[in-house]
């Protein structure tokens, strides 16, 4: 299969990797099926995706933001969930309880390879854009508006940003973030946060280095993020050693040594 991906777009692989990977352990954390058939379609070499930080990273983030989503979902069954630079993410699988309606949203290569690998699937639409233009809002605010014509409250909307604010600046970030609040009344987010000190010594990454990408942005604090676009609060977050550290030596001991360094997941809402 013909893949044509943009730089960033490149980093989709890592996760895909990782948990094809993961799927084919005896024991596996994480079941992703449909990352091994793609693995397998695009004949991609999973070494240099999938080195053991990164590995335990990934499974671990995914742990978490399943857990969330689906704790959102359990709360309101019949919200909807857009899912920002999906990649080749495959969550709704996991997640799905037959009445959710799920958006992908992505750049055009990435959309276009994510047909070739994903079926047509009843609830779900991939919409071709940059995240940064608000041109997709058009398609979620009509399943919105569908779903709530007959309720007396608005249907809740969660948004998903998973492996992308590190590829933003802060300015970047700050318009997503006001294209969100200007085109939802009411929302959800659920986003990963890195930390300053990996942009500096991002060449240290031990995946993301063999890649073209760059990391352009980092965070101490979720509140950082909120304070780029009024309105926005900034709820909680939570460190990946939190998973992590169940599971390995090594995990433990980056969690017990380098507490600030891993990436967190961070809630917001408006």
């Known amino acids: 299969m013909d893949m044509k991906l943009g730089d960033v777009q ?6 895909v990797a990782i948990k094809a990977n993961e799927t084919l352990r005896k024991k596996p954390r994480v079941r992703d099926e449909v990352a091994v058939e793609i693995i397998k379609t695009l004949g991609i070499d999973t070494k240099p995706l999938d080195k053991f930080m990164s590995h335990e990273g990934v499974i671990a983030r995914t742990i978490m933001l399943d857990r969330s989503v689906r704790e959102f979902i359990e709360k309101n069954p019949e919200c909807v969930i857009v899912n ?3 990649g080749f993410d495959n969550r709704f699988s996991r997640v799905d309880n037959g009445k959710i309606a799920w958006f992908d949203v992505d750049l055009p290569d990435s959309i276009e390879l994510r047909k070739k690998v994903f079926p047509v699937r009843e609830r779900v639409l991939m919409i071709s854009g940059s995240v940064l233009e608000s041109d997709w809002c058009a398609a979620v605010l009509t399943e919105i508006e569908k779903r709530s014509s007959s309720k007396t409250n608005p249907v809740p909307v969660l948004f998903l940003a998973e492996g ?41 990454h031990d995946t993301v280095k063999n890649t073209k990408a760059v ?12 304070d780029l676009c009024d309105g926005i609060k900034f709820v909680e977050e939570h460190s990946f050693n939190e998973e992590m550290k169940k599971y390995s030596f090594g995990g433990w001991l980056f969690a017990k040594l380098l507490p600030k360094m891993n990436d967190r997941w961070a809630t917001f809402k408006w």
């Open 10 to 15: 490149m980093t989709a692989l890592i996760p």
């Open 84 to 86: 920002l630079a999906s």
């Open 164 to 204: 992308l604010f590190m590829y933003f600046s802060l300015e970047e970030i700050g318009k997503l973030l006001s294209i969100l609040k200007m085109n939802f009344r009411r929302g959800t987010l659920i986003a990963e946060q890195n930390n300053p000190m990996m942009v500096e010594k991002q060449n240290l």
């Open 215 to 226: 990391f352009k942005s980092g965070t101490w604090s979720g509140q950082e993020i909120a």
